[in-house]
Structures are given as structure tokens and as C-alpha cells.
């Protein structure tokens, strides 16, 4: 065997480790890269998510007062008065105050509370919840992501598959038909 011959043999050893290294760490970078294209709808739906801040007057402008008293002080609708009660169309609820997106027809349900109840929001992300123990009560409050409108509350006593009831204001809704 030549020298040159030993010298392609060894360089040949040496490479092959070398090269499944750079193709494995090539993987990885593209795993990476692709990591970050999937995390992309999250940083859109932050974007979505941009806060709403208007001043009570500008509120006030566009707002019915019945609307700004419960979306901006927290009021409730007197049970069975609100228009969106019996919608029974395929549809989006809307936020009221900002239109984001907040409940799907699909997920509305018949409580018998006399307002329009949900079983989950259409996204996680557009609702918030916050304790409330106003009139001595232990309750979860549920707002708006966007705008911090006040909807409504939730409670554990909802159908299947959440068990969960969201218990939201007509008006602070809108509807979208499909
Ligand atoms: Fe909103």
C-alpha cells in the first residue's frame, strides 16, 4: 500500500464521523429554523391581541350606555332581555367593544340562566379571567384579551366537554353570521 493510498484511507476514517456530525447538527439547525416558523401564528396572534385603550369618552361615543355600563363597569344585563339570548345561527360572537373574536355558535348551549352561555371561548387566548369576590361572592370574571371588556363569569357547572359555563352578556357581544 502506497503512502498515498494509507493517507486517502485515514482522511476516508476521518471524514465519514465529520460528516454525519455536520449532517446530524444540519438537522438540528433546520429543526430549529422550523421551531421558529411554527412559534410564528403565536407572535400573529399577540399582534391580534394588540391592546384596545380608549378613553371613557371615546368609549362613551361608541357604546350604548347599557353597553359602557357593562362592558367598561363591569354592570350585568338584566336575565332574558338580550337580543343575542336565542341566536341559534351558525356564527362568531364578537367582542362588543372591539370585535375580536370570542365565541363559536358551536359551542352555545341552553342554560336556562337567561343569558347567552358558552362552553369555551373560540380561542384561549381572547379571554381572560380574574377573580372577583364582589357582593361577597366567589366568582371568576371573564374579559375581553383585547379591549379588557367585561363579558361576564364562569362557572364549573357547564355541559360536556369542558364543564365549564361561560355566562356572557348580550351586550357585550355581537354576531357574525356564517
Ligand atoms: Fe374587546
Known amino acids: 500500500m502506497t503512502y498515498l493510498m494509507q493517507f486517502l484511507l ?10 454525519c456530525q455536520q449532517s446530524k447538527s444540519s438537522i438540528q439547525s433546520k429543526e430549529n429554523k422550523e421551531s421558529k416558523v411554527a412559534a410564528t401564528p403565536a407572535s400573529m396572534a399577540s399582534d391580534t391581541l394588540k391592546k384596545v ?6 368609549w362613551k361615543g361608541e ?10 363597569e363591569k354592570g350585568t344585563e338584566r336575565p332574558n ?13 364578537t367582542c362588543r367593544g372591539c370585535q375580536l373574536p370570542l365565541f ?3 359551542t352555545k348551549f341552553e342554560s336556562g340562566t337567561g343569558w347567552p352561555s ?12 380574574e377573580t372577583d369576590n364582589k357582593y361577597g361572592w366567589n366568582r371568576v370574571e371573564v374579559l375581553c384579551a383585547r379591549c379588557d371588556g367585561h363579558l361576564g363569569h364562569v362557572f364549573n357547572d357547564g355541559p ?5 359555563r361561560y355566562c356572557i352578556n348580550s351586550v357585550s ?6
Do not use: C, W
Open 53 to 58: 385603550v380608549k378613553t371613557a369618552a371615546q
Open 104 to 106: 363559536s355558535s358551536e
Open 63 to 72: 357604546l350604548t350606555d347599557l353597553e359602557y355600563n357593562v362592558l367598561r
Open 10 to 19: 485515514v482522511a476516508f476514517v476521518l471524514l465519514i464521523p465529520m460528516s
Open 118 to 129: 358558552f362552553y369555551q371561548p373560540i380561542n384561549d387566548v381572547h379571554v381572560t379571567e
Open 173 to 178: 357581544l355581537d354576531f357574525v353570521k356564517e
Open 160 to 164: 360536556k366537554p369542558t364543564g365549564l
Open 81 to 93: 332581555t338580550g337580543d343575542l339570548l336565542k341566536e341559534k345561527s351558525a356564527g362568531v360572537f
